[in-house]
């Protein structure tokens, strides 16, 4: 079965530009998690969306946003974007979320200059 | 305050020797932990996990002991190979909440 599917692999923007992400969970996933990784943070959460609702949210601020389709497909939004938004931003699926077993994208690169 | 600490940010081994990685938490609330890794460019693959109730999970060369009284956790990797090297992951979470990780260590398996 496919995995879940991240675009684009890479992006650069310049500051106070936006940008937005996209994730394909695996087909039948219905919880979608955004995480962003910099070197030394290892991997903090953003939100997770289940069934089109957020249903958790992590300590970012407001500029990171999302939303989720019916199909289950994510999208993250991260407005005026500041030269420490540079990281890897994961996403990953599973059928409920809250148990082990998430499928990782190989995420999007995001380098603000 | 980081809930769930990987104070080695790197570790160097000997192929065929043991890799031992370690994790403490934080939060006596978690049940259950994981162990991911990653390569560079890839996102993380889920590893081996335990839950609170046992101390020892044992899955090929992948061994996760738990010791809840003192909050600490570590994956045994026996024996190591270069194809090991990566960034190890510790997560934490209990349910209805969402994962915490440790900030990583990378492995490097000399040949």
């Known amino acids: 079965k496919a995995g879940v599917t991240q675009t684009p692999r890479y992006l650069i923007k310049t500051r106070g530009q936006q940008v937005t992400l996209s994730c394909s969970p695996i087909s039948g996933h219905r919880s979608v998690s955004w995480y962003q990784q910099t070197p030394g943070q290892g991997l903090q959460f953003l939100f997770e969306?289940?069934?089109?609702?957020?249903?958790n949210k992590g300590n970012f601020p407001g500029r990171f946003s999302g939303r989720q389709f019916s199909n289950s497909r994510s999208e993250m939004n991260v407005s005026t974007l500041e030269l420490g938004d540079s990281a890897l931003y994961l996403c990953?699926?599973?059928?409920?979320?809250?148990?082990?077993?998430?499928?990782f994208g190989s995420g999007t690169r995001l380098t603000v200059v | 305050d980081q809930q769930v600490k990987q104070n080695s940010p790197s570790l160097s081994v000997q192929e065929g020797r043991i890799s031992i990685l370690n994790c403490d938490y934080t939060?006596?609330?978690?049940?259950?932990f994981l162990w991911y890794k990653k390569y560079p460019a890839e996102g993380p693959t889920f590893l081996i996990s335990?839950?609170?109730?046992?101390d020892k999970n044992e899955d090929g060369r992948f061994t996760v002991f738990l010791n809840k009284s003192a909050k600490h956790l570590s994956l045994h990797i026996v024996p190591s190979q270069p194809g090991d090297s990566a960034v190890y992951f510790c997560?934490?979470?209990?349910?209805?909440?969402?994962?915490?990780f440790g900030p990583g260590t990378r492995l490097s398996v000399l040949p």
């Open positions: 939060n006596s609330m978690f049940d259950y």
């Open positions: 335990i839950s609170s109730i046992k």
């Open positions: 969306y289940f069934s089109e609702t957020q249903r």
């Open positions: 997560a934490a979470f209990n349910y209805g909440q969402n994962f915490v």
């Open positions: 990953a699926s599973s059928f409920t979320g809250g148990d082990y077993g998430y499928t």
